[in-house]
């Protein structure tokens, strides 16, 4: 009896101290940024973190009074894996908020977890149009492949571009930019004459761009995500596709400027449409380019290092207009509205959608100062995803 009165009186005190615990926690605020840090997606979970550690160095890391702890998880990009690594950040860290995720299939997987915990879910790079109806508590900071592929859809048609073959990689993000891309293309009197579709994880382009080369449209179409452009490039130029006379256009991830300034002369005059370039000319913009470089050895940003960053900012603010008091549910009404100038232009979270409505640039590789970039030459103001229009 009375080893049972000390046992129950032990538990007490385990509850008690938990509740101690949960009392220093209420000092904290953790973000838990799961991202794809190794494996074929590396290169997004870098941008991606280095945006977050700049955000935090310059906007300080505590806010309404709580200390931000950043927790960073490697899902290698296995939705399986982003999946158990989302459910160990709520239940045992107890993350006020879940963010990042690097590729479509990882965001879905996760998306059940945010709506059953009621955690707020910050989508900072995948890009499928669906994702945001997935859990009503995900908000995407990152752009839709519908959004940037109907722009170039109203673009080519009108410069000389008339039958076109496209390449994507086999999942949502390539599905959705195939479909959009063609919709408006082929409303705007184009044709395209083949759609092919490449597999994600280790995908061999050179079949597909054979038959390409053979088939011989005016240009090729190509979306594959951030990271995967290079080795297209390369196959292309390879292939002697541009002197055959195929231009090549495409999505913004084509030209990822991760790795844009590597893939040679060859690039040079492609065309493609999406939210970000590092060559964007605004002050904010040049300020972002250059202090990312500073903080990380010379890097230049591309479009996922600005999701991760606006990303952070979305969740700082939601932070200070909830004075720090709020659950899962008032940072997330918070979340949403939000408007504010970001590096790539204006930005706007639809409170409806929880998507971001943006601009949308054409752009083409130019050299400027020596290097190969993104030059923007035209622009489709605040654009809302046309996904959500069906
Ligand atoms: C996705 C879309 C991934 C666009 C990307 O790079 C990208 C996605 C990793 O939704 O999976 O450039």
Redesign the pocket.
Known sequence: MQKRLFLHATALAIVALAATNSVAQDNKFKIGLILPMTGQ?AS?GRQIEAAARLYMAQNGDTVAGKKIELIVKDDTSIPDVTKRMAQELVVNDKVNVLAGF????S?LATAPIATQSKTPMVVM????SSITQASPYIVRTSFT?PQAAVAMGDWAPKNGIKKVVTLVSD???GIDAEKYFKERFVFNGGQVTESLRVPLRGPDFAPFLQKVRDAKPDALFVFV???AGAAVMKQFLERGMDKAGIKLIGTG?ITDDDQLNDMGEGALGVVTSHHYAAAHPSAMNKKFVEAFGKANRGMRPNF?AVGGYDGMRVIYEALKITKGAGGGDALLAAMKGQIFESPRGPMFIDAQTRDVVQNIYLRKVEKLNGQLHNVEFDVIKDVKDPGKNK
């Open positions: 997606q997004t690097g590729i479509t299939p965001a790079a995948a890009a499928t492949l999942y949502g993000p995500p951030s990271g991830d996922m």
